[in-house]
Nanobody, 124 residues
Framework: QVQLVESGGGLVQAGDSLRLSCAAS????????MGWFRQAPGKEREFVAA????????YYADSVKGRFTISRDNAKKMVYLQMNSLKPEDTAVYYC?????????????????WGQGTQVTVSS
């Protein structure tokens, strides 16, 4: 089993930055992929960023490329999402997710474990 707990969301203005954190516990993560997804009201959950835990390979959605950075702290079993130059369209509930293997997937159904989500609201 894997437990994921997100934190760091909040209300910010356009152009501001936020760093989301995901605390992971449970089974080993040496062969996992950690991802961030988001879901805005009335929309489907969408991929934001992901990282293969053991090799550090990263992948980003085009909408956040150059503004968001996913990173990890192996010792602390933490995953972060640094979000810069935030826009109102980034407003959503952000979820941390985990899947086995090193294949970085953008599909929600490939991920086995999910956190409860943290709200990010960006005002214009």
């Amino acid at each position: 089993q894997v437990q994921l707990v997100e934190s760091g969301g909040g209300l910010v203005q356009a152009g501001d930055s936020l760093r989301l954190s995901c605390a992971a516990s449970g089974r080993t993560f040496s062969r996992n992929v950690m991802g961030w997804f988001r879901q805005a009201p009335g929309k489907e959950r969408e991929f934001v960023a992901a990282m293969a835990w053991s090799v550090g390979t990263t992948y980003y959605a085009d909408s956040v490329k150059g503004r968001f950075t996913i990173s990890r702290d192996n010792a602390k079993k933490m995953v972060y999402l640094q979000m810069n130059s935030l826009k109102p369209e980034d407003t959503a509930v952000y979820y941390c997710a985990a899947k086995s293997g090193n294949y970085v997937s953008i599909r929600t159904y490939d991920y086995d474990y999910w956190g409860q989500g943290t709200q990010v609201t960006v005002s214009s």
